[in-house]
């Protein structure tokens, strides 16, 4: 056998070889690629009825918040008129009730001094506070004084 003919098989033995390897890659692609596929089938079967269900539910939530939108406006109107009836009524019967009350208060009073001389008053000491940094401090406690 000369050098030519053992280069030959050698170079037929590493293609072989190649060859081998190629069939064997492209054989695992497939593999992969049926797999894939396969995912991509399950994947939308079970994707198409989530995106119905999440089309009603988008739906539903819409009509929910037209009906929202009704209900605030409504108690936004209410509470217009709720306002404007308490004014109404403050403008009303406010001034009326206002002067039934000072003459009410002048007639106690009067009937009060017709009686006797009026009570002491006794005026409470307006209480001392501390401020410490947003803190309100209350004063310090008083012992009591034995009579």
Known sequence: MSGGEVAGILVAVFWAILVSFLALALWRLAQTLKATTRLVAEVTEQAVPLLADASTTVRSARTQLDRVDA?????????????????????????????????????????????????????????????????????????????
């Open 71 to 147: 209900i605030a406006s409504d108690v936004q109107e209410v509470t217009s008129n709720a306002s404007a009836l308490s004014s109404t009524v403050a403008s009303a019967f406010g001034g009326p009730l206002v002067k039934v009350a000072a003459f009410g208060y002048g007639v106690r009073r009067a009937l009060g001094r017709a009686e006797g001389p009026a009570p002491e008053r006794v005026t409470p000491r307006p209480s001392r506070r501390t401020v410490i940094v947003g803190r309100t401090v209350p004063p310090a406690r008083r012992r009591k004084q034995k009579d």
